[in-house]
């Protein structure tokens, strides 16, 4: 998983696999989620995420991986 953000437009992109996305559906407005071709859901883009979310600050509580910094 991986989450871009992009200050230029205030964008968030979460990357949920590396399946390409086939369909997206937006659920809200400003919140798209992509799905694959078989139906499952590959990425969740969100408009003016400094609006919606708190990107102050990323907590991740018991992951079973590693967690990986790149600097902007």
Do not use: C, F
Not at 11 to 39: H, R, T, W
Not at 52 to 69: A, D
Request: net charge negative; charged share 25%; proline share 3%.
């Amino acid at each position: 998983m991986r989450l871009n953000y992009y200050p230029e437009t205030d964008s968030l992109y979460i990357d949920l696999s590396e399946n390409k996305s086939a369909e997206s559906k937006e659920i809200s407005e400003g919140v798209v989620l992509d799905y694959d071709a078989e139906g499952n859901l590959v990425g969740i883009d969100i408009d003016n995420a400094s609006k919606k979310i708190q990107l102050k600050e990323l907590i991740l509580n018991g992951l079973p991986s590693s967690v990986h910094t790149v600097a902007a």
